[in-house]
């Protein structure tokens, strides 16, 4: 069974991500002036269409091109010696530690905690009209699953199929589609949660809302 | 009572004077403002008869001052005054000059477009004791006395499609148009079918519009203004502009900045770009200035609203008068207009067909002869004469050649076909009798095209393909170095060696296709065939016509950088054995933009092709715009241009438009926009304004990608998008399937 206080406990000791900034091929790498402890951003903008900090940049064939951090972060460690040398590809230049937020962390502990069923192909997913129902009525956890059970309408280009639910059994903790929208395959369409880990699951949720410290 | 309202309107007055004059000081103002606190200090003490004596003294000192405030007016003080709230608007107009009125084009905020209005409302004329309700179509846009559902009178697409719509109404009930422009600009989001696209139609349409059209401008700001003004008779309210662009987009460009610009520069670039009314009656661009009071016209100055409805009367008589005449005494008054109403004198306003199609002429005589001292001809006298001559005699070769031999050819090979059908019919052959059937032979196909369609390959002599073959190759080809694709992080494209990008690759990337910008000779050479075309007209030059302060040097830089006098160069070549027409806007030469040289040009290869009855290709390598630094001299370009497209296009020929990397603005959104056939080089980016000037007029972040080709064809802007490799081969397709009647190759 998972212990997902135990969980929370890990991720509070580490309460971030480092991310390796690589070279993504052969080339002469300068940095930018950037020391360990610096903060660097992410992608911006609405659509994510601008990229994060220039971290280093890389020449190949008098092509110059920019590394740019992924995540919003803090540099720790920079292989300075690096600075002005030709490297091979998959070289680690520098770590970005990302602290992790809230909406992070909570995805993390419900993404070991449920069982996922996703997606098979890409359409628009409906419940069956009995589920739909509960959910309407008494909410997403008010239903309960088993391996088998038809939960699922399919539809593609105004053909409807049934789809069965399998899995563990359970109960619907999240739903994360909306109805009549298109979801590609591979895309979750509700995660499951044992119904005697939902109390815990829902109070280590809260507590993530009310005491975790977004260091960024 | 009385004394309260007067005060009043006198705070309401001041209060209108600061904000016309703005910040800055002005020794009128002040006086006015420690005058009329003075009378409010002191008014409890004062007696009725004392009150009444002040408030008039102090209306009188109002009207001195306004009157010699009226002489300070700078060209922005005008911009203020047009956008003031207290400006008259459409719906005073409606209220004030016409008779009676009726909103059809919706109704306030339920509308499509709020900011569009459109009315059918009737003037009311005098035949002795008899009154005739003449009906007309009003169309404006409503600014609305500080409402903001009306967008300040920037219309979106279909605002302006409404507005196109019952201009045909009109046109269907032969009934004059009267348009009010009230607008500091085109809303320019990219809705159905786009914004430009929109615009672009509206004027291709006016071009053709058979009833009088009559238009009046308040606040012209550019492309959408240019959306319902192009009219027969132009006329421009006195505290008025109509400008390229807003003072404060000039600063912002002038300036180099992505933030506002100062207010001194705004000021000074309003001077520059020639805004007022005064000054576009000098540019010869509208008709009249019909005077306003001191500071500019409001709702309450009826005796302004008097002065409008004769002038509207009378545009809209002499537009009658010219298109079908009228009896000689009538005639004679109009002309002799002295103290005479135009009210007085009855003039139908409904044309007969034949007056529909005079009207059109004198409509494209009106707009070929604006902005005709705009730009530098170099061509000497010589020169200029045998173009004269030249044009003559081929007007004589296009009448007997495609007017009168051609038809009765066509009418001979249509009974000969008729014929040979029918005797098909009965079995004999027709063809068997001529000896016209040779056992299967192929006629009119190359031998080479035969051999090389009907024999097998041979991998062994190398890969059988034509267009790897390129007569221009890049100098970027030259670099040793590598480019990388936009598109690497998303598709995975690897690094691209120069020398086989920019070579071999013409400039698309191997792995997505995405396009890489190349230079117009390029596409000169390796599409049109410049080496072998006949280029006209390079003599026409771009100019400063409204003497803008510095851009003498900004031009001449851009004529030595580029070798060019314009941003347009206009060519005859074949393609395929085809002899068409092409006019070529360059990006390189100040953005490619369009101002009276390139307008000019662009009208002139129109009428050749037209002449010639040749086809006639468009390729935008790249625009900007109009080019701002020639102010309303560039703005009438976009009419004056589509007028031509449209005469072209209405006598058969194949007007086609190709663009190629970001093509915005102005001629997007008139001659090139009101082609039929308009298709995209892959990778390039169509629109009305871009995302900086969005963000910066409506507020709006538009998603990266918003101007991309694909979606320009998603909204049915253009027709399809070509690969650049292609080109060569899908516009020769295009003169084989694409274009009207004329076309003398078929």
Known sequence: MLNVKEMLEELKTSPYEEIEIVTPHTGEVHFVGLKAGDRVAGPGGKWGEKPGSTLATITREKNKKNICATQKGMVTDIVEDLEGKFVEAGVRLLTVRHFLSKDEVIARILKKALSLFCAPERAKYYFVPEVDGKIKAGGEQSVKTRDGMEMFIVSRMKRETPLSYSGPEGIIYAVYFQQGDNVDAGQPLIGVCQESQLTLIQDVVNRVQGEWEELD | ??????????????????????????????????????????????????????????????????????????????????????????????????????????????????????????????????????????????????????????????????????????????????????????????????????????????????????????????????????????????????????????????????????????????????????DNLALGLVDRVIQEPALGARPDNYEFFRTLRREVIRATDEVVHAAQGLGPLRALVLRHRGGVDP??????????????????????????????????????????????????????????????????????????????????????????????????????????????????????????????????????????????????????????????????????????????????????????????????????????PLGYEGFDLKLAEAKRATGLGSSCITFETRMEGVAVVVAVLVAPFRGGTVGAAEGEKLIRAIERARIKRLPFFMYSHGTAGIRIQEGTCGVIQMPRVTMAVRRYIDSGGLYLVIYDTNSYAGPVASFLGCSPYQFAVRSSNIGFAGPGVIRQTTGLEVPPGYHRAFLALSRGHIQGIWDRRDLKKNLHQALLTMGGRNLYYR
């Open chain 2, 343 to 544: 009210q007085d004198i009855f003039v139908r306003w409904s044309l007969s067909s034949s007056a529909r199609e005079a009207l059109l002429i004198r409509r494209r005589e009106k707009f070929r002869a604006m902005s005709a001292h705009a730009f530098v001809d170099n061509r000497s006298l010589g020169t200029r004469l045998a173009v004269g001559l030249a044009r003559g005699l081929w007007q004589v070769h296009s009448l007997l050649r495609h007017d009168i031999f051609a038809r009765y050819k066509r009418r001979l090979s249509g009974r000969i076909e008729q014929w040979e059908a029918e005797l098909r019919a009965l079995g004999l052959g027709m063809g068997s009798l001529l000896g016209r059937e040779n056992g299967g032979a192929c006629h009119g196909v190359p031998p080479e095209a035969l051999s090389r369609l009907t024999t097998l390959s041979c991998p062994e002599e190398g890969v059988c393909r034509v267009e790897d073959r390129w007569v221009y190759v890049s100098p970027k080809s030259r670099e040793d170095r590598t480019v990388t694709c936009p598109n690497a992080a998303t598709h995975g494209c690897q690094d691209l060696w120069a020398p086989d990008l920019y070579g071999e690759f013409a400039g698309v990337c191997a792995h997505c296709g995405h396009h890489f910008p190349m230079e117009y000779q390029w596409y000169l050479y390796n599409v049109f065939d410049f080496a072998h075309a006949y280029e006209f007209n390079a003599e026409l030059e771009a100019g400063n």
């Open chain 2, 1 to 278: 009572m009385d004394i309260d309202k007067r005060t009043r309107q006198l705070s309401a007055r001041l209060a209108y004077i600061r904000d016309i004059f703005g910040p800055r000081e002005n020794a009128s103002s002040a006086l006015l403002t420690h005058r009329l606190e003075e009378f409010l200090n002191r008014a409890p003490e004062l007696g009725v008869l004392d009150l009444r004596r002040e408030v008039d003294r102090l209306e009188e000192l109002f009207a001195l001052l306004e009157g010699k405030l009226e002489d300070e007016l700078t060209p922005m003080d005008r911009v203020r005054i047009v956008r003031h709230p207290q400006r008259i608007t459409l719906k005073d107009i409606l209220e004030n000059v016409y008779d009676n009125y009726a909103e059809i084009g919706g109704q306030d905020e339920w509308s499509v477009d709020p900011g569009m209005l459109i009315a059918r409302a009737t003037i009311a004329r005098r035949m002795g004791r008899k009154t005739v309700h003449q009906p007309v179509m009003v169309i404006g846009q409503e600014k609305g006395h500080g409402q903001e559902f009306r967008n300040g009178g920037s219309i979106k697409p279909f605002g302006n499609a409404n507005a196109l719509y019952y201009m045909r109404v009109a046109e269907t009930e032969n009934i004059p148009i009267h348009t009010y422009v009230f607008t500091p600009g085109a809303y320019p989001i990219e809705d159905y079918p786009g914004a430009a696209q929109q615009i672009a139609r509206n004027l291709f349409q006016m071009a053709g519009l058979k009833v009088p059209v009559v238009s009046v401008i308040s606040e012209g700001g550019s492309g959408g203004a240019e959306a319902i003004a192009l009219a027969d008779k132009r006329l421009m309210l006195s505290h008025g502009y109509y400008s390229v662009i807003s003072p404060e987009g000039a600063a912002a460009i002038e300036a180099g900045l992505k933030k506002k610009a100062d207010r001194r520069l705004i000021e000074r670039c309003a001077e520059r770009l020639k805004i007022t009314a005064k």
